[in-house]
């Protein structure tokens, strides 16, 4: 899904799955945010990107969630060379996780102990998961990193997960060195975040396939 399409003229019933898919895209970026506070208030360690965005944030006093925001600008800036077709989904993805990480980490405390701050981070790692697959389901374009590892193994012909391991370690280690935090969560993130998607992303989009056939008009007779 791209950005013409959604401002291609629409029947009632599509009109209606339009908005129901926005309404699944914007939940489940909002999520995604409310999940990456919850990782990073567990105080464990938080996935390679975040160690990246972290380290900046320390580094420059500027906040978390504005340097998500910005970093997911400079990942579509490198989109350009890479001919890759922005859609609404990675526009909104890139504005606005920061926001809600940001709004999240607001509100939610500091956890005295890792005892508490451990299932904290489980709870936002399930959730990113969830998260995910609503948004990856909603079909309105792949995230700002996403996309970028997609152009990357088109242009350069590489395995996914040679091209997704050299990005991630690179952001790790940038992130690191700046002084973000990595520990056991880094560790969880890398090895649990997969298998979790597997699992809610397929359910999710059978789910929204049967409501959009349920949506759909039934098909006229011919007649004999």
């Known amino acids: 899904m791209h950005l013409r399409s959604v401002f291609l003229p629409v029947t009632a019933t599509s009109r209606r799955d339009l908005v129901e898919r926005l309404g699944q895209l914007v939940l489940g970026l909002f999520l995604y945010g409310v999940a990456l506070g919850f990782m990073v208030r567990g105080g464990i360690g938080v996935a390679p990107w975040d160690v990246l965005a972290l380290g900046v944030s320390g580094s420059s006093g500027i906040g978390y969630g504005t340097v998500t925001v910005l970093v997911s600008i400079v990942v579509l800036l490198l989109w350009i060379p890479l001919r890759q077709r922005v859609g609404l989904g990675t526009l909104l993805n890139a504005l606005m996780v920061g926001p809600a990480a940001d709004l999240t980490l607001l509100v939610l405390p500091a956890p005295p102990t890792v ?59 940038v992130g690191f060195v700046l002084g973000g935090p990595v520990g056991v969560g880094t560790v969880l993130f890398a090895f649990g975040v997969g298998p979790l998607i597997g699992w809610f992303l397929p359910r999710i989009t059978r789910m929204r396939v049967a409501r959009s056939q349920r949506l759909a008009p039934p098909a006229a007779s011919v007649p004999s």
């Open 115 to 173: 005892w508490i701050g451990a299932p904290m981070f489980i709870f936002g790692l399930l959730l990113l998961a969830f998260a995910t697959g609503l948004y990856i389901a909603a079909d309105f374009g792949p995230g700002p990193r996403d996309g970028l590892m997609t152009g990357l193994v088109r242009r350069t012909g590489w395995k996914v997960w040679i091209v997704r391991t050299l990005i991630e370690g690179s952001v790790l280690l």
